[in-house]
């Protein structure tokens, strides 16, 4: 199996899925004949050319409205977003138009759509670059939000995104670009809506997605040393959650902590919580912790920015607080 960044993944599920159906495109400022800001799609416009990958003016609302029309009418477009920061300027057409366009033509319209880019901490790039958002987009209904950690989850996820009828949004760690993974090679397509057990363990669940999996299993092999069992649930997909995985890894041992890089107020780690002390209360041994970034803006420092989000000594000390541990 070959070993790919993650950057390198998408760019794998992009190639195959244009050459696969000729409705599907890729939009976005600089995506073209500078190959993305983070080399996304590289080389994808020797191979397509300028209708199917197309240089968007800086203008998110105007082009991320235009290619929601395009879905309507029968293609499939991909939308990149520079940073998920900048998306805020079109989030009218992606949770106003996008996302509401089947319920309000009753039926009549699909918009199969996918809205992609980077998202969370950019590494030192302060506030208005380095904000998590995913629970904005998970909020609305329509909607369909994917948040991969993984070389090989990006690509099957993207390739499932791209084919499905409804509007999906896919948030990318900034700083997972260039994370390396083994990753299948053509038909490799992952389930929107399914969870996956990264890690087996038998003494306290911890429940993440996305950048926060790899501080989770620092943290786990550092608490192995100590005789402590960790399982790692990687959500992989916010909207829909899979309630039945986080449920079942609950009921194995009775103790989970949420790992999320957001903010804690309104964020996805609450509503998993909730699932958990709605569905599974009896079976738990200790309350749920979170740990979530500060409820901060980000700074630019490097020293502040580490600081204000979650890390393995964090979750590691989570994890011993539900455990009861001597020094959590």
């Given at each position: ?253 009775n103790r989970a902590v949420v790992v999320e890089e957001g903010w804690a107020l309104a964020g996805v780690g609450a509503s998993v919580v909730d699932i958990i002390q709605s569905k599974a209360f009896d079976e738990l041994d200790a309350p749920v912790l979170r740990v979530t970034g500060l409820d ?33």
């Open positions: 199996m070959a070993e790919l960044m993650y950057r390198e993944a998408l760019n794998q599920a992009l190639a195959e899925e244009m050459e696969r159906d000729a409705n599907v495109f890729l939009i976005g400022e600089e995506v073209g004949r500078y190959n993305g800001a983070f080399k996304v799609s590289q080389g994808l416009l020797d191979k397509f050319g300028s209708a199917r990958i197309i240089d968007a003016p800086i203008s998110e609302l105007g082009f991320t409205g235009m290619a929601a029309g395009a879905a309507m009418v029968g293609l499939r477009p991909v939308v990149e977003m520079m940073t998920w920061n900048f998306a805020i300027l079109a989030m009218d057409q992606i949770v106003n138009n996008a996302a509401k366009l089947r319920h309000m033509s009753g039926g009549q319209l699909r918009c199969p759509i996918v809205f992609r880019g980077p998202g969370g901490a950019g590494g030192r790039l302060s506030s208005q670059h380095s904000q998590a958002l995913e629970a904005n987009y998970a909020h609305f209904p329509g909607l369909k939000v994917i948040a991969p950690a993984t070389p090989a989850d990006a690509k099957g996820l993207l390739k499932a995104a791209i084919r499905d009828e409804n509007p999906v949004v896919m948030i990318e760690g900034e700083r997972l670009y260039a994370v390396k993974g083994e990753v299948p090679e053509g038909e490799h397509v992952v389930p929107i809506g399914k969870a996956d057990v990264k890690r087996e363990g038998k003494d306290v669940s911890i429940i993440t997605w996305s950048r926060m999996y790899y501080f989770c299993e620092e943290a786990a092999q550092q608490l192995e040393k100590e005789g402590i069992s960790v399982e790692i649930l990687d959500l992989r997909t916010l909207r829909p959650l899979d309630e039945e995985a986080i449920l079942a890894t609950v009921r194995k041992t901060v803006n980000m700074s630019y420092a490097a020293n502040l920015e580490n600081a204000t989000q979650p890390d393995a000594a964090k979750i590691a000390a989570a994890v011993k607080k539900v455990l009861y541990r001597e020094g959590a």
